[in-house]
Nanobody, 124 residues
């Protein structure tokens, strides 16, 4: 059964860091691109970053320099290291599997499987 399970969210103060994990199963991680999305209250879900063997690391939002995507094929896990967090980073964060071996962009539609999400709250 194909699954993506996120973890690592929580409450952090502005300027703090979190590392999100997305453990995947049921498919070969190296064959597909995986992306991180987020959805803030009252806003649409937006793509943040994507990783694949073909595309490398791609950042769709103005998070480059603060966020870093990586993956461990042996652990079937994709990570999102988030540093210098800001209150506007508060959202539910999701990982998603692309239908393709390359990163297809920041739209939701090319992604066919999603995790359940993990809440990140940046606040004092």
């Amino acid at each position: 059964q194909l699954q993506l399970v996120e973890s690592g969210g929580g409450l952090v103060q502005p300027g703090g860091s979190l590392r999100l994990s997305c453990v995947v199963s049921g498919f070969t991680l190296d064959y597909y691109a995986i992306a991180w999305f987020r959805q803030a209250p009252g806003k649409e879900r937006e793509g943040i970053s994507c990783i694949s063997r073909n595309s490398g690391n791609i950042y769709y939002q103005a998070v480059k320099g603060r966020f870093t995507i990586s993956r461990d094929i042996a652990k079937t896990t994709v990570y999102l290291q988030m540093n210098s967090l800001k209150p506007e980073d508060t959202a539910v964060y999701y990982c998603a599997k692309s239908r393709y071996y390359y990163c297809p962009g920041s739209s939701e539609f090319p992604y066919d499987y999603w995790g359940q999400g993990t809440q990140v709250t940046v606040s004092t």
